[in-house]
């Protein structure tokens, strides 16, 4: 089974700046089966990215999404007040999992 | 707009079965994979089982392989998951989510919660 790790597990940004967000995976993955999600407190998680770069539907374009083999990275270039959520990398080769998750929080 | 509605969930005790069922709209339910998504409390996130447009395939997490069992019927534009041999660590939020072609899930339901506790 492939495992994601998601680091840092918490990050302490203020509005208007940029957050970083990295997930590594436990052996090389296709870029067409890493996602990313967005989980809010009491909803359920909304699709962001998907194969690594592509932003899903009515995600705005400070969502961004790079990188291949084991090392990839969810961009949010100026931090919004309603962008201050938990994120989640997600593979598929051969079953889902999903990493540990980051939370990002207002500093 | 795409709408999945699970239903089903509640309390239940260790060795007990319960059935979560998840109602789909607003697309062509017999076109897509589906998967099932477990959230523990305060915990992230888990998939669970996944099945094929036509039923004839299906793929579990170990954490749960031989006691669940999902389960489609397109006619109903329905998702089913029957859950036995539930234990204490089985107690999570319950999510159906639509498959796309790369294997992520783009589209959630709001999630059904099943306690298991005696």
């Known amino acids: 089974e492939i495992v994601l790790t998601q680091s840092p597990g918490t990050l302490s940004l203020s509005p208007g700046e940029r957050a970083t967000l990295s997930c590594r995976a436990s052996q090389s993955i296709s870029s067409s089966y890493l996602a990313w999600y967005q989980q809010k407190p009491g909803q359920a998680p909304r699709l962001l990215i998907y194969?690594?770069?592509s932003r899903a539907t009515g995600i705005p374009d400070r969502f961004s999404g790079s990188g291949s083999g084991t090392d990839f990275t969810l961009t949010i270039t100026r931090l919004e007040p309603e962008d201050f959520a938990v994120y989640y990398c997600?593979?598929?080769?051969?079953?889902?999992?999903f990493g540990g998750g980051t939370k990002v929080e207002i500093k | 707009e795409v709408q999945l509605v699970e239903s089903g969930g509640g309390l239940v005790q260790p060795g007990g079965s319960l059935r979560l069922s998840c109602a789909a709209s607003g697309f062509t339910f017999s076109s897509y994979w589906m998967s099932w998504v477990r959230q523990a409390p305060g915990k992230g996130l888990e998939w669970v089982a996944n099945?094929?447009?036509?039923?004839?395939?299906?793929y579990y997490a170990d954490s749960v392989k031989g006691r669940f069992t999902a389960s489609r019927d397109n006619a109903k534009n329905s998702l089913y998951l029957q859950m036995n041999s539930l234990r204490a660590e089985d107690t999570a939020v319950y999510y159906c989510?639509?498959?796309?072609?790369?294997?992520?899930?783009?589209?959630w339901g709001q999630g059904t919660l099943v306690t298991v506790s005696s």
């Open positions: 099945i094929k447009q036509d039923g004839s395939e299906k």
């Open positions: 989510a639509r498959e796309r072609g790369s294997h992520c899930l783009d589209s």
């Open positions: 194969a690594a770069s």
């Open positions: 997600q593979q598929y080769g051969g079953s889902l999992t």
